[in-house]
């Protein structure tokens, strides 16, 4: 079945950009009616949808982070990325990479699977 | 963007209990809610999507209802693997979504 995994530096400091990658396996990532979001959890609190992107390029960011966010795909290598520039103390958080599941009847969909996340701290 | 809430923020009951969980959308969302189990450490667990279909794999005590903008995951009879939080999340607003605050069920 299909897993994907994050990867990517672990400390990045202020004013700086985070850069995480998503590796897709057990499926190619431009098959099916899937599309690739990034969600984030600061520690001891509720998730945070950051966006998504599909094959096509086409993407969707949370309005909030929206100036800062850039996420993209390389078919090729079967992974996706997440850019957060600018970031502060208030972007430590796990980060996790999600395929999400749509179809015609339910254009929004739901994530599943998840990637096992990746603690990312914003420190000098 | 529309607001989820969940009620109660957390909740403690022993094995073998039915507990029910209740998310509301601060606005209409049909049935456009999703329902996923994070245990602690651990990613989110998809486990209700479209408001009431079980998830392939998911145990049939859990179970999910309502539309529009009340909602209810049920779990009929408790199990230990089952303490964990426990979040709703809309799919209505396809160019946002966002999730509840979460509904941490731990031991009595």
């Known amino acids: 079945q299909v897993q994907l995994q994050e990867s990517g530096p672990g400390l990045v400091k202020p004013s700086q950009t985070l850069s995480l990658t998503c590796t897709v396996s057990?499926?190619?990532?431009?098959?099916?009616?899937?599309?690739w979001s990034w969600i984030r959890q600061p520690a001891g609190k509720g998730l945070e949808w950051i966006g998504r992107?599909?094959?096509?390029?086409?993407?969707n960011y949370n309005p909030s982070l929206k100036s800062r966010v850039t996420i993209s795909v390389d078919t090729s290598k079967n992974q996706f990325s997440l850019k957060l520039s600018s970031v502060t103390a208030a972007d430590t958080a796990v980060y996790y990479c999600?395929?999400?599941?749509?179809?015609?009847?339910?254009?929004?969909?739901?994530?599943?699977?998840w990637g096992q996340g990746t603690l990312v701290t914003v420190s000098s | 963007d529309i607001q989820m809430t969940q009620s109660p923020s957390s909740l403690s009951a022993s094995v073998g209990d039915r507990v029910t969980i209740t998310c509301r959308a601060s606005?209409?969302?049909?049935?456009?809610l999703n329902w996923y189990q994070q245990k602690p450490g651990k990613a989110p667990k998809l486990l209700i999507y479209?408001?009431?279909s079980l998830q392939s794999g998911v145990p049939s005590r859990f179970s999910g209802s309502g539309s529009g903008t009340d909602f209810t995951l049920t779990i009929s009879s408790l199990q230990p693997e089952d303490f964990a939080t426990y979040y709703c999340?809309?799919?209505?607003?396809?160019?946002?979504?966002?999730f509840g605050p979460g509904t941490k069920v731990d031991i009595k």
């Open positions: 999600a395929r999400g599941v749509s179809s015609s009847w339910f254009l929004g969909g739901w994530f599943d699977p």
């Open positions: 057990g499926g190619s990532i431009s098959s099916g009616s899937y599309y």
């Open positions: 992107i599909y094959t096509s390029g086409s993407t």
């Open positions: 606005q209409s969302i049909s049935s456009y």
């Open positions: 479209a408001a009431s």
């Open positions: 999340q809309q799919s209505y607003s396809t160019l946002v979504f966002t």
